[in-house]
Nanobody, 123 residues
Framework: VQLQAFGGGWMQPGGFLTLSCAAS????????IAWFRQVPGKEREQVSC????????YYADSVKGRFTISRDNNKNTVYLQMNSLKPEDSAVYYC?????????????????WGQGTQVTVSS
């Protein structure tokens, strides 16, 4: 099981970025995938998640209405579309999944992690 996160970068406030989480070694549709972010000195925060099989989605209150998570099974990739970016969205973003695969979003602890991609929002 391998995850590779990419797509981060610098963006002005109000702009948008799309992060990608490419999976290899397993079929993405069989696994719940979560996006986390972490700022130095703060706890890692789950910002969004998409559950296996039924595709139910979850968003932290801080990103609800601005971020959209989606899954392309043909490309074995999960995306996080981030709109109306704010400086407080600046963080290293990671995608993660659990070995159990079908865990609900509120149970994801992260047995497997992508390498992280930096998002910086500033003017």
């Amino acid at each position: 099981v391998q995850l590779q996160a990419f797509g981060g970068g610098w963006m002005q406030p109000g702009g948008f970025l799309t992060l990608s989480c490419a999976a290899s070694g397993f079929t993405l549709d069989d696994y719940t995938i979560a996006w986390f972010r972490q700022v130095p000195g703060k706890e890692r925060e789950q910002v969004s998640c998409i559950e296996a099989t039924d595709g139910n989605t979850y968003y932290a209150d801080s990103v609800k209405g601005r971020f959209t998570i989606s899954r392309d099974n043909n490309k074995n990739t999960v995306y996080l579309q981030m709109n109306s970016l704010k400086p407080e969205d600046s963080a290293v973003y990671y995608c993660a999944t659990d070995a159990g695969g079908l865990d609900p979003c509120d149970s994801i602890v992260g047995d497997y992690w992508g390498q992280g991609t930096q998002v910086t929002v500033s003017s």
